[in-house]
């Protein structure tokens, strides 16, 4: 190629980005990877890696020169994780980016009970502002994540009560993403929200993953106090905690409830059910 590509995609050494990546190379579409680290970037035709930062703006607006399309993971979790946002966004704007494809989260909202789904929303008001074109993708929770909730003793833990939740499987937002980034002038403006087929609660998602995969896996209802309590060995910081224990409260607070037609209508498949996720080979990531 003698000429970087117009699109850009972020988060290609973690599991969604690379997951988004593997796909448009698949499809013979050429594609700018926007790492951190050129040396990890996954080997893929037609994918040129580019050095950027989300904090750096200088950086940033160099690596998106020339860049139409760009599709933007949401960063790492971090106590400053919305001013880098803020950071890419602005330079998104000022390179000239035109269209930004967000991974937002399912019933983000400036009052959101999941903390972290009100960095989303913020985030989606900045790129509102900008003046560029997006598309969001509201992702439910990761049902990828799932069977990792349990500790070593088969107990999956938290405040989540008898709530549900429509957890989405990482390839199926993959697909989804895709989709849009191959004819982005289809969805411009448009919020996706991104679910599984069905709504489950912690203990009817625990029954499943024992069946599927022999492991006893449970669900300990604890109390907010008792979750704050369990998790306060980790050492982590108290943004960090609230993070961790609001994620289960959202769930009883039915901010992740709901099934969403969105990925059917996107990609013509139904998404996957925790039940046939947990039987078919896991990806790693690239």
């Given amino acids: 190629m003698t000429a970087l590509p117009d699109l850009a995609v972020t988060g290609s050494t973690g599991v969604l980005g690379g997951m988004v990546a593997r796909q448009l190379a698949d499809a013979g579409t050429a594609q700018r990877l926007l790492v951190r680290d050129a040396a990890r970037a996954p080997g893929l035709e037609d994918a040129v890696p580019v050095v950027f930062s989300y904090a750096d703006a200088s950086l940033a607006v160099r690596s998106l020169e020339g860049v139409k399309t760009l599709f933007m993971v949401s960063g790492q979790e971090a106590e400053d994780r919305l001013r880098q946002h803020f950071t890419f966004i602005d330079a998104a704007a000022e390179a000239g980016v035109q269209h930004i494809v967000y991974t937002s989260l399912y019933a ?9 789904g009100r960095d989303h929303y913020a985030t989606e008001e900045r790129i509102r502002a ?33 709530g549900v939740l429509s957890a989405v499987a990482r390839e199926d937002i993959a697909r989804c993403a895709v989709m849009v980034l191959r004819d982005p002038a289809l969805h411009v403006r448009a919020t996706y929200n991104l679910t599984g087929p069905e709504e489950l609660t912690l203990a009817q998602a625990a029954a499943i993953i024992t069946a599927e995969t022999g492991r006893s896996i449970t669900y300990h209802p604890e109390t907010v106090e008792e979750a704050y309590a369990s998790r306060a060995s980790y050492g982590a910081p108290p943004w960090q905690l609230d993070a961790w224990v609001s994620t289960y409260t959202a769930i009883a ?15 013509g498949r139904d998404p996957l059910s925790l039940a046939a996720f947990l039987r078919q080979p896991q990806l790693e990531p690239l």
């Fill in 108 to 116: 983000a909202a400036p009052d959101a009970t999941f903390t972290l």
């Fill in 253 to 267: 607070a039915g901010e992740h409830a709901g099934v969403s037609p969105d990925v059917r209508a996107l990609t």
């Fill in 130 to 162: 900008s003046g560029m074109d997006f598309t969001f993708l509201r992702d439910n929770l990761y049902l990828d994540i799932l069977p990792q909730l349990a500790g070593e003793d088969g107990v999956i833990r938290g405040p989540a009560g008898d």
